[in-house]
């Protein structure tokens, strides 16, 4: 079998792999909904779901600090990484002695066809079109809920110190959009640091997101921030619903029209 991943690498096999390492935590999540846990050797520790895998499964590091030599130990026959997850530094380590498959993920389309694409490489088909049926009937049930929303300015913050948010070419800013949120710093690119005293200039959002991950906001973050801006609410969101592609969209819909209503009734977070 030959594959080739999203970054053009190509990847060859005698056989279906059967020891599995994944660098990244939504990807990790995926494989054990591809139902796959029997395979999988060794996850980071942000690899928090499911939760036993943290007992269960071998870890090898974080996603930016891998812990190479037991790795090696591991003898995978595959390790999953992601372009924004994991640098080329640890790819390429990787590389020297088994098959990496890089992801790269900015849009639903592309979440779904890693899905598909782990199915075919992993004999689990069956599985890999089940979740992705699930994700369509949710993504057009949420696309009639959101028809008649009006669309928000908002910006949503990744990082503190400096200030970092998401901005376009992300898969962030596609869920942005989906919800009907105008982001402000969607004429940027990926993750760019920003001036929070201009944030009225560069679009005096509606509505400030502080994400709980990569960075852990809290309320003295907003309160901060908040001086500079004329109208913006303060909403604390769960990361994961934004950034975990894969099989987390189908839970990531339902928390969509909770923030949604929430948002749009004023109530608080």
Known sequence: ????????????????????????????????????????????KFCVHPVHFKHTKAIVGGTKTIKLEKIKELQPDIVFCNKEENTPEIVAQLQEFTQVYVTKISTIEDSKRMIANFGVLLNRRTEADLLNRKIDLKLEAFKTFIADFEIKKVAYFIWYNPWMVAANSTYINTLLSLNKFDNIYSNLEQYPEINPKRIRHDGDPEVLFFSSEPFPFKDKH????????NRSSAVFVDGEMFSWFGSRLIKAFDYFKTVRNRIDQGSSF
């Open 1 to 44: 079998m030959t594959f080739t991943d999203d970054l053009g690498y190509t990847l060859n096999f005698d056989k279906k792999p059967k020891r599995i390492i994944s660098l990244v935590p939504s990807i990790t999540e995926t494989l054990y909904d591809l139902n796959v846990e029997e395979f999988i050797v060794g996850v980071t």
């Open 222 to 229: 907003a309160f901060e921030i908040s001086e500079y801006t």
